[in-house]
């Protein structure tokens, strides 16, 4: 199973081998979550969709509708 979790380097992207219990840590970035995962058939791909926690956008719209 792959897993994004917070750690102290800022963020991971981890995978929990269900044979042995062990945790492997895959990606590490400081500024950056990962959000949805997917992986290929063959297991030898992982996609994934990032969250940049740097940039960020604060918009305010009236009269929506």
Do not use: C, H
Not at 22 to 48: E, M, Q
């Amino acid at each position: 199973v792959y897993f994004g979790s917070e750690v102290t380097e800022g963020y991971a992207l981890q995978f929990l081998n269900f044979a042995d219990g062990k945790i492997k840590r895959v990606i590490t970035s400081p500024d950056i979550a990962f959000a949805r995962l997917g992986a290929s058939p063959d297991g030898r791909r992982l996609l994934y969709d990032r969250w940049n926690l740097r940039d960020s956008d604060l918009m305010l719209v009236e009269n929506f509708q």
